[in-house]
Every structure is written in structure tokens, then in C-alpha cells.
């Protein structure tokens, strides 16, 4: 892709289209970067889930197999839902692989393969995505979307909900 198609892709990245939602223009545009973040976090953390499930070994394979793939479908979903609010409020949803793996605050998965190593590297992945999303909560609620807040709230009672199941391995 040459330059004067790189420049036309980004002002079509960074466009507000117009939308009869009642937030402020300047205020949605704080809240599409918040959700188009969360989007390429809540995309990696799913791809570093299902990498966790192909790749983990060990006596506890079987098991942690098994819940790896459960927490990757547990936070799937959001991905459409979170491009989709993004979208509502006039935005363009950033969703490819490339754009998440680009943005993305998590860090890239450890060269590990051992079971409770995995669990340990799911812990941390899982814990900075749960800790943003709830400073997002905050900053929603001062940017009065409550629609994009209450998304937030349910996102980080499933990343706290996946957390109870990855900690729960750890501890004693």
C-alpha cells in the first residue's frame, strides 16, 4: 500500500460518523480510543487464551485444557460486542489481528509450556486487562456513556470471574 492510501485509510480510521446518539461529539471520541484499546486487548488476551490451550503440558494437562478453552470462549463474545459499540457511537471499529497485536496493552506470551507456568502468564495477562477496563469504568462514567460503562462493568465481571478460576490453581 503506498502513502496516499496509508493517509485515506487512517482519516477513514479516524472519521466520527454521524449517529443520533445524544453524547457529545468530543466525548465519544475519548470513548471509542477507551473502547478500541479494550478491543485490542479483549482480542489478544483471547488469542494468548487459545495459544495457552494448544501449547499447555503436564500432569494437569487435560484440565487446564479443558478451562483454557472455556475462559477463550467466556471472553470471545465481547470482541464483536465491543467493535459493535464502537460503531454505534460513529466510530471505526480497529479489529483486525494485525491492529490488535499493534495496540494491544498485554504483554506477548511467555515462552512457556508447563502448566502452572501457563496459569501463572494467564494470571498477569488477565489481571491487566481487568485492572484497565476498570479504570475505563471510571472514565466512561465521567464521559456520561453509560451505555459503553455498563459494557465495561459486565466485561470485567467475566475477566474477575476468569481470574477466581486461574488463581484458584495458585493458592492455597
Known amino acids: 500500500m503506498n502513502a496516499a492510501n496509508n493517509i485515506t485509510k487512517q482519516k477513514t480510521m479516524d472519521k466520527i460518523f454521524p449517529t443520533q446518539v445524544d453524547i457529545p461529539e468530543r ?3 475519548r470513548v471509542i480510543d477507551l473502547l478500541n484499546q479494550s478491543l485490542a486487548d479483549i482480542f489478544d488476551l483471547h488469542s494468548q487464551t487459545k495459544h495457552a490451550h494448544w501449547n499447555v503440558k503436564g500432569t494437569d ?9 472455556e475462559l477463550a470462549e ?3 463474545p465481547y470482541v464483536d460486542t465491543i467493535a459493535e459499540r464502537i460503531t454505534a457511537l460513529g466510530g471505526f471499529a480497529k479489529g483486525t489481528s494485525r ?3 499493534d495496540s494491544s496493552q498485554v504483554e506477548e506470551f511467555p515462552d ?7 496459569v501463572h502468564a494467564l494470571i498477569e495477562r488477565y ?21 459503553t460503562n455498563d459494557l465495561f462493568i459486565e466485561i470485567t465481571r467475566v475477566l474477575d470471574k476468569a481470574l477466581y478460576f486461574l488463581e484458584s490453581h495458585i493458592q492455597d
Open 99 to 101: 491492529m490488535a497485536a
Open 74 to 76: 467466556m471472553i470471545f
Open 27 to 29: 466525548n465519544r471520541e
Open 112 to 118: 512457556v509450556n508447563s502448566g502452572m507456568e501457563v
Open 127 to 147: 489481571g491487566v486487562v481487568a485492572n484497565c477496563m476498570r479504570e475505563d469504568i471510571d472514565e466512561t462514567e465521567k464521559l456520561e456513556d453509560m451505555g
Open 61 to 69: 494437562f487435560y484440565q487446564l485444557h479443558i478451562l483454557f478453552d
